[in-house]
Structure formats: C-alpha cells, structure tokens
C-alpha cells in the first residue's frame, strides 16, 4: 500500500515537524494522519441534553510526528545512497547507461523502441532520478520523416541571411539547433557564436531559433554565468545570448564563455555559498552567442565553437525577411526526429562526420564541434538535401577539405600555450636605456641575426629586460636565454596569464628543439652582473615551426572541368589572370 503519494519533486529535509511531513504527503495530508495517527485522549464530558457523564472516544487529532520520522528515516536507509548533485536531472535530453536518449519534458520522460514513442512517469531510472518540473515541449505524436521534416524549411530561411560562408554556416547553425535538444546527452556539446556589425540580423536570427525552440530555451541579453546557472539548475535545456559584447574593465562576458567551455564537456562548477557552504553545478547545456565585438577568448574556447560571421545585406537582395516558422510544431517535430533516429546518430553518422575530419589538419575538438553539428543536420534533413543545399557530402573527402579550408584562418590564430608565450615575449617592449631608445625584444634579436647590431650592444639592450645572449662557439649558434625571475621580465608578463614566472613553465612546454631545458651548467647565463639558471630559446627553430604551420594554408587549385561541385557552393572563385594559372583551372577553396 503506498501512504505517501508519487509526485516525484526533491526537497531537502532538514526536520521532521508537522509543516516539514504535510508537505511531503500534500496532497493526501489525512492519509498520512491514518498511517501515522496520533490520539487523543478518552475522556467523559456532559451530555447537553440529559446533562449525564458521557464516554468520548479517543480521535485521530494530528500526525504523530515521531513515529512518522521515524518510519520514513528507516526506508530511506534501505535505499542506495544519494548524490542529489550528480543523480538529479531536470528538463532536456539526456543519455541514459544503454546508451538510449530520454528526453524530460517536466511532465514525463519520453524514449523511443524501435520507432514506437515511449512515454514514463518521471521517476529513478539508472540510478537518476528525474524529478517532475515545470512543463516544456514535448515530441510529436507520430514519427516524423527527413522530407517532411520541418528543418528543411529553416534551413532555407537560414540561407536567407549573408553568411560568410554560405555553403557551411546555415548547415552548422541548423545542426546547432538540433544539437540544443540533445543537450545531457551529447558527450560534446558545439557553441556556436556568431559576429557582425549593426543590421545584419543577429538579432532576427536569434528570434527564429527562440520560435523553434520555443518552450525549451533558456534565452537572455546582457547576462552574468551566475545569473544563468541559477536559472538552469538541473537541467539540460539550451541557452542563447544575444549582445554578448566585449566591454573594457569588465569580466562579464569572460565568465559566460568559460561557463559555456564547461558545459562542453558536462564538467562541475563550484561556487562558495553562505555559511563556508560550497555549491556545486552541472552543466550541461549548448550555447549560442551574437555580438558586435565578441569579448576576448582563449584557444580553448576557441576550439570548442564553430565562429560564424554575417554581412549586411545588400539592397537588391531585399529589405525585411519573411520567417515562416510555427513555435506549435517546428521543436516538437525534430524532437521526434531526435527520439527516433538518436542510434543512428550516435552511431554510424558521428562516425562517418568524425572520420572524414580525421583526414584534415584539425585537432580532436574541431572534429568534436563540426563533425557533431554535421551528425545532426543530417540526422534532420538528410545527407542529400544538405547536398542540395551546397555543402557536397556525398564524397566522403569533400566535407573534410572544405571544413578545413574554411576554418584555416581561425585554427591559424590557436597556437600553442609556450608560443603564445613566446610571441608576448618577443613583442614585449624594452623600457628606455641610455640613449632613451626603445625596442622589442624581437627587434633586437632580429637586429643581431642580421648583424646590424654587435653582441656586447645587443646583450646590454636584452639585459634591461632581464635577458640574455648565450652563443655557442663551437659550432657558431647563439641562443636567447630567459631566467625564471627578474624585475622586468615581471612587468613584461605583469597583465598576462603567464605572470609571476608562470612564462617559465609555459615556455618548457614548447618542443626540445626550440627551448632547451637539460644542458646542466651550460645553461648558466650571465645578466647584469648576475649568473643564472635559463631556459635556452632557439630562435631559428621557432621561427622555422611558425613558418611550417603556414603550410598547408595556400590555395588548392583543380581544373575546371574535373570540378563536380557547385560554384555557388563557394564564396568566390579566383579569377585564372589574377593568379596566373592555366586556362581552364579556379581556385576551389580559398581560406
């Protein structure tokens, strides 16, 4: 018999007294009084008529309190332990231990079998409990088909804006809105975040991922991660951002960044809460940003986002746009398309996408991001239609090629941690010397390389920044030597990640044949006056490995009749005079 009704909400008890116990029986408040009654006493009172001692029974006058703690505290020890801050799930997609998706809707957990809806009482499910919540969308009754998806209507409006990349971007913005519904139970979850100047329809384009994801977005302006983590709590809906913009003297929008490159990958954040009580979130939600002037970024947030730019639109390509988007249908309907195909896409269409990057100059999270995005566009609409719309998939080398070329110039600008160190280095200004002059360090090394400075003259200069000049004689090399402390070097990284000697440790992460770090006394360098222990930097080969990561950056060129893709595929074509090639041949990728 169950005393206490099923309404699967999670509340913290701290004492069991007569309000704490009503609320976990509401509303079946008098059931509970007849599990756990508690008696008043017999007692003879006057008869009003007759005015004889009459016997009153005893009456169930309250709850016993007591036995009831007593009787719940002793179920409660026969269940397993209880992380509610790693076992609690709210509203959004989740993954389950088989590897099925469920989706919460607040009301009820959905999953599918064999193309057959499934719908559950929110409940403990694989060690999770899922806890009943504020409604929000829920799929569509019937299975829904790739040609009467409604994603291949989006993806036509999506092409209405001016892209950058017009064969690439619509696909990952619509991949993007897929993904958002997936939310908990992607392993890697794309940020997407788009640029550009006033009027080029940031804006709209948010309005029409906000009707499609109507009822199960979290969307906001001008927002702090606090104020969106609070909001989220448990859940794994998605969360869009609009005027993410980059404000001097403000860490605001730094913060939202780092709280999205969290959610990435599902790790915790921990807060300091009152009382020396730590607070710890989950998240795992996608994120989508829009700016003007987008705040700065680390290689890693970088990496984890695919950066999407949009141009203005010019008069004859129309003024207003017409989105036909219905805010009842459009989420629901992908939602089913997500429930039913979620095997297939997590299984061979992730694979194919994550293979066919594998080929490419791109590392592990750029594969990760686009080849997610890719998955889940064509889980929507269909390797075809994504054909048909401009982004070649149906010769497993393409899609690779043209996600590389078209993210060059972006994957150019990641550079390691010990080279963005180094690069700060060589920039760094040396402060004013005898003669009032000033010079970067790297104009000076390059001064002596090209024997326009001598080396005592060079060494003074270097010295004011507390670095030196180590040659080797034996086989005419020379070497800039970085200690690990030093007055100026300290104002020089004063404002960096890699301040008070942290460029030390950066700098031994950069290859043997660049920094050498195991020489013993041999790197015992004298500066100003002073022996010290250095970091030996081989500046031939540095500028050597930059040179070398160019490569790969030039354009690739096949003659035009071998080309089976669509030129409007492209954003442009170079013409054969401009770059001198041979008649019949154009510029297939340009980065």
């Not at 109507?214 to 302006?221: K, L, Y």
């Not at 959610?263 to 009580?277: K, M, P, S, V, W």
């Not at 080969?541 to 089976?564: R, S, T, V, W």
């Not at 409007?568 to 980065?591: D, E, H, I, M, Q």
Request: net charge neutral.
């Amino acid at each position: 018999m169950r005393i206490l009704p099923r309404r699967i909400h999670l509340r913290a008890i701290t004492r069991f007294d007569d309000v704490s116990l009503a609320d976990l029986a509401a509303p079946l408040t008098n059931d509970a009084m007849w599990a756990w009654p508690a008696w008043s006493k017999e007692k003879r009172v006057a008869d009003d008529e007759t005015g004889e001692m009459v016997l009153v029974p005893p009456k169930v006058v309250r709850l016993e309190t007591k036995t009831a703690a007593r009787a719940i505290i002793n179920e409660a020890a026969r269940l397993p332990d209880f992380d509610p801050k790693n076992q609690h799930r709210g509203r959004g997609g989740w993954r389950d231990k088989q590897g099925n998706f469920i989706w919460h809707s607040g009301r009820y957990l959905w999953s599918s079998t064999n193309g057959k809806s499934i719908r559950a009482e929110p409940a403990m499910h694989d060690d999770y409990l899922y806890t009943r919540q504020q409604p929000t969308i829920e799929p569509w009754l019937s299975p829904v088909s790739q040609d009467e998806s409604p994603a291949r209507r989006i993806l036509e409006d999506l092409q209405s804006w001016k892209w950058a990349r017009p064969y690439l971007d619509p696909v990952l913005t619509l991949g993007w809105i897929v993904t958002a519904l997936m939310g908990g139970a992607l392993r890697a979850r794309p940020i997407v975040f788009t640029t550009g100047g006033a009027g080029v329809g940031k804006s709209t384009l948010h309005e029409l991922i906000r009707h499609v994801l109507a009822g199960a977005v979290f969307s906001t302006v001008d927002t702090t991660a606090a104020g969106i983590y609070q909001q989220i709590k448990q859940d794994s809906l998605p969360i869009m951002v609009d005027e993410l913009e980059s404000k001097a003297n403000s860490l605001r929008a730094q913060s939202v960044i780092e709280l999205a490159r969290v959610a990435y990958t599902g790790g915790e954040i921990a807060r300091g809460g009152q009382d020396h009580e730590g607070t710890t979130f989950t998240m795992r939600s996608s994120f989508f940003f829009s700016a003007i002037n987008p705040p700065p970024m680390k290689t890693q947030d970088k990496t984890r986002m695919a950066v999407m730019s949009l141009a203005a639109l010019d008069r004859r390509d129309g003024i207003g746009r017409k989105l036909h988007v219905s805010s009842d249908s459009d989420g629901r309907m992908i939602l089913r398309q997500i429930i039913d195909g979620w095997k297939q896409f997590d299984g061979e269409s992730l694979n194919f996408y994550s293979n066919i990057l594998h080929g490419q100059d791109l590392d592990s999270r750029a594969i990760d991001t686009s080849g997610t995005l890719l998955a889940a566009a064509a889980l929507v609409v269909g390797r075809q239609a994504m054909e048909d719309f401009g982004l070649p998939v149906a010769d497993p080398d393409h899609p690779g090629e043209i996600i590389s070329t078209a993210t060059a110039l972006e994957r150019a600008e990641r550079v390691d941690n010990w080279h963005a160190c180094l690069s700060h280095l060589l920039q760094s200004t040396i402060d004013a010397w005898k003669s009032g002059e000033k010079q970067t360090v790297g104009g000076v090394v390059e001064q002596y390389q090209q024997r326009l400075l001598q080396l005592d003259l060079a060494r003074d200069k270097l010295a004011a920044a507390n670095l030196g000049l180590k040659i080797d004689k034996s086989n005419n090399t020379w070497h800039l030597a970085a200690p690990k402390d030093g007055p100026m070097l300290k104002k020089i990284f004063a404002s960096e990640i890699w301040h008070d000697s942290v460029w030390w440790d950066a700098l031994q992460q950069a290859p043997e044949t660049i920094v050498i770090r195991n020489r013993g006394n041999g790197q015992k360098v004298k500066i100003n006056g002073d022996t010290k222990h250095c970091l030996l930097i081989d500046l031939t080969a540095f500028h050597k490995f930059a040179a070398d990561g160019d490569e790969g950056q030039d354009y690739l060129f096949a003659p035009a009749e071998m080309c089976n893709l669509r030129p409007s595929a492209f954003t442009s074509f170079a013409t054969v005079a401009k770059l001198g090639l041979p008649s019949g041949a154009r510029a297939l990728y340009k980065p």
